[in-house]
């Protein structure tokens, strides 16, 4: 088969002039078109009003290699790429002799990861300091809804991890030369996502099909002998001397939070970006860590027609569309990048601290995107040695700083400060809001943003939003809403690893995921969890 690539048909094209369309191109005749599969379905809406979709098709062609010989060097007609996954096969002995591998932390990256353990038979034991995931969505709604905060079961913390109230986003940038997103893509449609997500170009299924997909992967796992132990924290790691490498420790076990010390010779750590009691106590017992760059900024919101109107003109609302996206980046002045970040079309701002007395915001939207709202994070890089001192901690301090001052800033009940665009650009406090109703739940506080923000981030979204009204019309209108305080973007360190997988003084612990600063989202993440499994269960056959 040949994969052709960036073919364009107008919006409303009838479904026999795809068809045409390929044969066309290829420059074949109709009979030698024996099928094709749609690969990659996106749309290209640089031309308002004359939006198109683009495909990437997988062709069934009569004397294909004469064809793709034709074309030569042309990058848009190639063989179509192997995208399947190789399971790692262990023998029965290798098996039978395995001690169980423990993975820590049941979001994407940690299920990946036991998903792939328990395909190749390792039995693995989930350990997830959080609640189940349907008891996790009741305790968060309670703080959204009775700002009643539960430490252990959050945004942040429990089954599904901080992706399972998201926009449900499953794309990345980031390269993937072995397609491991497309096996996490075909995971999840096994486990009850649409089917769409294989082919669409930006897939999202959204927070209430993620909580079903979650269960079901669980399922999974547990009928491969899997076995979970939710509201079990990580409190301590055991090692012992390593008899070949002097300069190195061996995990022997690890301390949870109900007592007991689990032996392990294996250990996944795929926490997520928010386990701060975890690092620090991995960063005091020697695990070597380094600060690292991240974001912080403000949610803000537009009435999801605005963000139609200027993305798609008169072919707003068109049912292949949906709700509009965007993605904006400007390079200010104050030397910073303040870019979007996690855009979640006709979706809610939402409660997301997992810490008592701290107020965090971010985004969410359902499968429908049909809410009012429109919002995205505007957010500021922050570098340590710059913003804050060069240790592996100081990241997590710099967040709780800010998070504490909009705690304080929205008067307290887990409120967020939030503030008039109008008013922002100005330099005033908000004493009140106009036209854009804000969606966070607990409640927001009119106040002045700059009170919980950095002078410089400030001062950088200051000069980035009049840019952004150059590209979309009416992002900065006076009544869009602005509430603080973003500060969760990413994993403010990474915990070092070697090409093997492993911490470089720890043999048998394998830091993974965004907490451990190899992944940013629900895709990447899932993408590293069967990278790792893929190293340990390598492990196993090496001895």
Not at 390 to 409: T, V
């Amino acid at each position: 088969m040949l994969r052709l690539s960036n073919l364009a048909l107008p919006l409303d094209h009838a479904e026999d002039e795809l068809r045409t369309a390929i044969i066309a191109r290829l420059g074949i005749e109709a009979e030698a078109l024996r099928a094709y599969h749609i690969f990659r379905r996106g749309y290209d809406a640089r031309r308002r009003g004359h939006i198109q979709l683009v495909y990437t098709l997988d062709c069934d062609v009569r004397d294909c290699e004469a064809v793709l010989a034709r074309f030569g060097d042309d990058q848009q007609i190639r063989p179509t790429p192997d995208t399947r996954w190789v399971a790692p096969i262990l023998t029965a002995e290798q098996r039978e002799r395995a001690a169980r591998p423990i993975v820590v932390g049941a979001g994407p990256c940690g299920l990946m990861a036991a998903l792939i353990l328990a395909q190749a038979g390792l039995k693995p034991i989930i350990l997830e300091r959080g609640r189940a995931v349907r008891q996790r969505t009741a305790d968060t709604f309670a703080l959204w809804r009775k700002a009643q905060f539960t430490a252990e079961s959050n945004v942040q913390f429990g089954e599904g991890g901080a992706g399972t109230f998201s926009d449900g986003k499953l794309y990345s940038g980031v390269s993937d030369p072995r397609h491991l997103g497309r096996k996490v893509l075909e995971e999840f449609v096994k486990a009850g996502a649409p089917e769409e997500i294989l082919y669409l170009s930006k897939p999202h299924i959204g927070t209430f099909r993620l909580v079903t997909v979650v269960q079901s992967l669980r399922a999974q796992i547990e009928a491969l002998g899997g076995e979970y132990r939710f509201e079990t924290r990580l409190e301590g790691i055991e090692t012992a001397a390593c008899a070949d490498k002097p300069d190195m420790r061996q995990i022997t076990g690890v301390r949870l939070s109900t007592g007991e010390v689990l032996p392990a010779e294996r250990v996944i750590l795929a926490v997520g970006h928010s386990a701060r009691d975890t690092f620090a106590m991995l960063h005091e017992s020697g695990v070597p860590m380094q600060a690292k760059p991240f974001s912080i900024g403000v949610r803000i919101e537009h009435p999801q027609s605005v963000i139609d109107v200027a993305r798609f003109g008169p072919q707003a609302g068109h049912p292949l569309l949906g709700a509009a996206d965007y993605k904006l980046v400007h390079h200010a002045s104050t030397g910073r990048g303040v870019y979007s970040f996690c855009m979640c079309p006709g979706g809610q701002v939402v409660a997301a601290t997992s810490e008592e007395g701290q107020v965090v915001t971010n985004g969410m939207s359902q499968y429908s995107r049909a809410e009012r709202n429109a919002n995205s994070g505007i957010v500021v890089e922050v570098r340590p040695g710059v913003d804050f001192p060069d240790e592996p901690l100081a990241g997590i301090a710099f967040q709780r700083h800010w998070e504490k001052a909009a705690f304080i800033a929205g008067g307290g009940a887990y409120r967020a400060p939030a503030q008039r665009v109008g008013d922002f650009l100005a330099g005033r406090a908000s004493t009140s809001l106009g036209a854009v109703v804000p969606s966070y739940q607990p409640g927001v506080t009119p106040t002045d943003l700059t009170t919980c923000l950095p002078d410089f981030v400030v001062a950088s979204i200051r000069e980035a939003l009049p840019r952004f009204e150059r590209k979309i019309k009416g992002y900065s209108m006076d009544d869009a809403v602005m509430t603080g305080v973003e500060t969760r973007t990413s994993s403010p360190l990474r915990i070092l690893r070697d090409d093997t997988g492993q911490s470089p003084l720890v043999c048998g612990f394998y830091p993974a995921g965004e907490g451990a600063g190899y992944a940013g989202g629900i895709l990447s993440a899932g993408m590293d969890g069967i990278r790792v499994a893929e190293w340990v269960a390598q492990s196993y056959m090496d001895v």
